[in-house]
């Protein structure tokens, strides 16, 4: 392969990867920011080309037409701005905005998306870089701007190929980084070109590690169709369920945001720890329950409340291991780490008899399994050995009705993320007012049900789920509330 110099540095002009998720193959990443005032669109299309001049992968393609993909370097800047004499709060197609007894109360608040003349779509906030035929991933990397009288959407797209949800907020991060003149780490091209990640992999484990057949965790190896044939099928069914769905033959998808205030959470995680340390009580192993814990046990238990009582739940979740990856402390290189995982719940009927305790505690100890270098390293080899191939995630009987899909973007802080110094005199705060990122399957397919959770500059989370109208049926007890257009 020839390559470029960048700053004495040799970069591949194109490349592979030893290891990858395939369920990321074809999927785009989107990381839309909504920031307090007008951002100088100069300014950060200057930082865009200093960005990429830095990492050239930030400037290249994904080559579809090798298998495994292949990436290429370059010095392409997409980017692209636009101005529109309109106030964010009045198009937007999201209400965000919360008052301070809910921001501040006990209860969740649901916020559905809003439509009608004057609303923008999220299709439009990422202009240019969203299709309803997406099957080609193009760039790996763009930025959308849009600029409102008081408020910039900044958009931020990457191939998932390239990265995972931590390498995306990596290189945001670093682009808000030079904004503020910080100088950036050396960048290097990805380890996993010449070597497998699994035999990266370092530490010991620190707890037993059942076999998956024994029940402690399920990796896709045990439920999943490998092939072209299943990925054309799913692709199929896909079609047919969104054609359906507008001629009233099928449900729906229904995107909407539930916001949990910080009281809640905190309320919640409290109550289950409690249960959780008078149901271990005694000499043993002690465990904490972590937010996301609490929250995905009460969403799961919401979602399928009036479900039938035989269906079989696998919760499936991103998880991330560059931490058993040893890398040098400054230098910087953009890959994906991460697996899908399935946590077995059992039947709708075996939940509707367990606390959310209960079901907290089942998620954790999944997790803690999950994080054992000897499981990571065994899905890795997994992962190699089907390199460059489509993969379907099965669930048991074939019903993805049972397979919600988890995904914790809370653990990235985008919300502390400060863009005033790209702010136009008199201007706004620079601040992050609100995180809308999206995960997109080929050709806009949606996978039902769908979480992903982001956090609140108040301290609380918003979960963002693509459900079916009988999924929602879980929530009706909760306010629905959308501020009418002004």
Same mark, same amino acid.
């Given at each position: 392969?020839?390559?470029?110099?960048?700053?004495?540095?040799?970069?591949?002009?194109?490349?592979?990867?030893?290891?990858?998720?395939?369920?990321?193959?074809?999927?785009?990443?989107?990381?839309?920011?909504?920031?307090?005032?007008?951002?100088?669109?100069?300014?950060?299309?200057?930082?865009?080309?200093?960005?990429?001049?830095?990492?050239?992968?930030? *400037?290249?393609?994904?080559?579809?037409?090798?298998?495994?993909?292949?990436?290429?370097?370059?010095?392409?800047?997409?980017?692209?701005?636009?101005?529109?004499?309109?106030?964010?709060?009045?198009?937007?197609?999201?209400?965000?905005?919360?008052?301070?007894?809910?921001?501040?109360?006990?209860?969740?608040?649901?916020?559905?998306?809003?439509?009608?003349?004057?609303?923008?779509?999220?299709?439009?906030?990422?202009?240019?870089?969203?299709?309803?035929?997406?099957?080609?991933?193009?760039?790996?990397?763009?930025?959308?701007?849009?600029?409102?009288?008081?408020?910039?959407?900044?958009?931020?797209?990457?191939?998932?190929?390239?990265?995972?949800?931590?390498?995306?907020?990596?290189?945001?991060?670093?682009?808000?980084?030079?904004?503020?003149?910080?100088?950036?780490?050396?960048?290097?091209?990805?380890?996993?070109?010449? !070597? !497998?990640?699994?035999?990266?992999?370092?530490?010991?484990?620190?707890?037993?590690?059942?076999?998956?057949? =024994?029940?402690?965790?399920?990796?896709?190896?045990?439920?999943? $169709?490998?092939?072209?044939?299943?990925?054309?099928?799913?692709?199929? $069914?896909?079609?047919?369920?969104?054609?359906?769905?507008?001629?009233?033959?099928?449900?729906?998808?229904?995107?909407?945001?539930?916001?949990?205030?910080?009281?809640?959470?905190?309320?919640?995680?409290?109550?289950?720890?409690?249960?959780?340390?008078?149901?271990?009580?005694?000499?043993?192993?002690?465990?904490?329950?972590?937010?996301?814990?609490?929250?995905?046990?009460?969403?799961? !238990?919401?979602?399928?409340?009036?479900? +039938?009582?035989?269906?079989?739940?696998?919760?499936?979740?991103?998880?991330?291991?560059?931490?058993?990856? $040893?890398?040098?402390?400054?230098?910087?290189?953009?890959?994906?780490?991460?697996?899908?995982?399935?946590?077995?719940?059992?039947?709708?009927?075996?939940?509707?008899?367990?606390?959310?305790?209960?079901?907290?505690?089942?998620?954790?100890?999944?997790?803690?399994?999950?994080?054992?270098?000897?499981?990571?390293?065994?899905?890795?080899?997994? &992962?190699?050995?089907?390199?460059? $191939?489509?993969?379907?995630?099965?669930?048991?009987? *074939?019903?993805?009705?049972? =397979?919600?899909?988890?995904?914790?973007?809370? +653990?990235?802080?985008?919300?502390?993320?400060?863009?005033?110094?790209?702010?136009?005199?008199?201007?706004?705060?620079?601040?992050? &007012?609100?995180?809308?990122?999206?995960?997109?399957?080929?050709?806009?397919?949606?996978? !039902?049900?769908?979480?992903?959770?982001?956090?609140?500059?108040?301290?609380?989370?918003?979960?963002?789920?693509?459900? &079916?109208?009988?999924?929602?049926?879980?929530?009706?007890?909760?306010?629905?509330?959308?501020?009418?257009? =002004?």
């Amino acid at each position: 392969m020839g390559s470029v110099e960048t700053a004495g540095l040799e970069w591949p002009n194109e490349y592979t990867l030893k290891s990858n998720e395939p369920l990321a193959q074809d999927c785009i990443t989107f990381v839309c920011l909504s920031i307090s005032g007008r951002l100088d669109p100069s300014l950060l299309e200057q930082k865009h080309r200093e960005l990429v001049k830095n990492w050239p992968v930030l *400037g290249g393609d994904l080559v579809t037409s090798k298998s495994p993909y292949y990436m290429t370097t370059g010095s392409r800047v997409d980017f692209k701005h636009r101005t529109t004499d309109a106030k964010f709060n009045d198009v937007s197609p999201l209400d965000f905005e919360l008052v301070e007894t809910e921001r501040e109360g006990s209860k969740p608040i649901l916020r559905p998306y809003r439509t009608g003349d004057g609303v923008l779509s999220i299709t439009d906030l990422f202009f240019d870089t969203l299709s309803t035929l997406n099957l080609v991933v193009g760039s790996l990397f763009a930025i959308r701007v849009t600029l409102f009288e008081d408020a910039t959407v900044v958009a931020f797209k990457f191939s998932h190929f390239f990265v995972d949800g931590e390498g995306c907020y990596d290189i945001v991060r670093q682009y808000n980084d030079l904004l503020w003149g910080k100088q950036l780490p050396k960048g290097v091209p990805p380890p996993g070109i010449d !070597k !497998k990640l699994s035999e990266m992999i370092t530490g010991e484990d620190t707890a037993p590690v059942d076999p998956p057949e =024994a029940g402690g965790w399920e990796y896709i190896r045990n439920w999943s $169709q490998v092939g072209l044939a299943g990925f054309a099928r799913i692709i199929a $069914q896909g079609i047919y369920q969104d054609y359906a769905a507008k001629f009233g033959l099928t449900e729906p998808g229904v995107e909407k945001h539930i916001y949990l205030p910080p009281r809640f959470i905190q309320e919640l995680q409290e109550s289950c720890q409690k249960e959780v340390d008078d149901l271990l009580k005694g000499p043993g192993e002690q465990v904490r329950l972590s937010k996301v814990d609490v929250v995905n046990a009460w969403w799961t !238990k919401r979602i399928y409340s009036s479900f +039938r009582d035989s269906l079989f739940i696998s919760l499936g979740y991103a998880f991330n291991f560059s931490d058993k990856i $040893q890398k040098n402390a400054d230098e910087k290189y953009f890959q994906g780490h991460y697996f899908g995982l399935y946590v077995p719940l059992g039947t709708v009927g075996e939940m509707k008899t367990q606390s959310l305790a209960q079901i907290a505690l089942k998620i954790r100890k999944h997790v803690s399994v999950a994080k054992q270098p000897s499981v990571t390293k065994n899905n890795l080899e997994y &992962l190699e050995s089907i390199q460059g $191939q489509k993969i379907i995630p099965l669930p048991k009987g *074939g019903d993805s009705e049972g =397979a919600p899909l988890f995904s914790s973007w809370n +653990r990235f802080p985008f919300e502390k993320l400060d863009f005033s110094p790209a702010l136009e005199p008199g201007s706004g705060t620079g601040k992050v &007012l609100f995180n809308n990122s999206r995960i997109v399957l080929p050709l806009n397919i949606f996978w !039902k049900p769908k979480l992903l959770f982001f956090n609140d500059p108040d301290g609380g989370i918003w979960c963002q789920s693509m459900q &079916l109208p009988s999924h929602w049926k879980g929530f009706e007890d909760i306010n629905e509330y959308e501020r009418p257009i =002004a």
